[in-house]
């Protein structure tokens, strides 16, 4: 096992679905799955064969218990996770058919993890032996004492040299404590070194004047590379040198067909990876921490080759869309078996 330690931080919720493709208007029955953002990535990571802990903080009852169990099944360290609290955050899930989108409804208000505040986790001590921490930008979208956990890890994680990541993940209906995202995420991200999103999320985060559009209809139509070359120069000015950026570029034109592919920018370079056409998705939640687990995975397995490393996150994200649920439970050998797949059906270059 690669002796690399990541760890990861955030909320988990417990996911409540629909059967089939019932809207929530049309049923009594639901089922219950664990996932959030950053415990996708965790496990995605644990999955991948990487020494995976992830620290968020839970209520002390049934639920959460459960909740343990599954984390811990697929090999997540859970040793680091604070409780107290009332609840478990929840949200409700429309699965999205032909025309029709998915479709989410967030009940995680007074949350055990919407109630953190500093100093309830010893980061001293979750980060010692670690390499890598990992966070998101939802955390910091849900109030002040949130934001301020977030930046108080992130101080302790550069402190010990510990290299960190970031997807962005913007909820805009997240942010309602009066902090605009880019000013409170100013200072996160000064101490941050390789970060996913996309490109309106980008836009927010730093401020830039505009994101190119993805909406190329087959795997094969060409990318508008030197659109994107300017965006991420002007990304670069505006976060300052020596980071390294991953875009996520999706286009859903049905429910059951998604292209999908990346980009990678770093020092003025821009590679682009292989675009995958996607024609039966199976679940599409969870498909951007997919792909920032498998950066993380690229970038720790593939030091010297960014272009692999793209290609590992955009094979990793490519595969959840075949998974049901949150949680990418692919192996790192099914994502290279992609990765190194040529004229396969429904795949081009």
Known sequence: MNQHRIVSFGEVLLRLTPPGYLKLSQTNTFAATFGGSETNCAVSLARFGLQSDFITR??????????????????LGTGHIVFGGDRLGLYYYENPAAQRVSKVVYDRANSSFSTLKPGMIDWEQAFEGASWFHWSGIGP???????????EALRIAKRKGLTVSCDLNYRKN???YG??????????LALTDVLFGTASEYKVAYGVSSAPGYKVRTAEEPIDLESYARFFAEVEKSSGPGKKFFIALRNTLDAN???LTGLFYAAGKLIPARTHAIDHVVDCVGVGDAFAAGMIYGLINYPDDDASALEFAVAAATLKNTIYGDFNLV?????????KAEGSDGISR
């Open 257 to 259: 067909h998604h292209i």
């Open 141 to 151: 979208g849900l109030n002040q004492d949130t934001a301020d956990v977030t930046l």
């Open 58 to 75: 839970l209520p002390k009852n049934d639920i959460a218990e459960a909740c343990l169990g599954e984390l811990r099944s697929y090999g």
């Open 179 to 188: 902090k605009p995202a880019q000013e409170a995420m100013a200072p996160m």
């Open 174 to 176: 997240l942010w309602q």
């Open 331 to 339: 192996t790192a050998d099914e994502v290279k078996t992609l990765m």
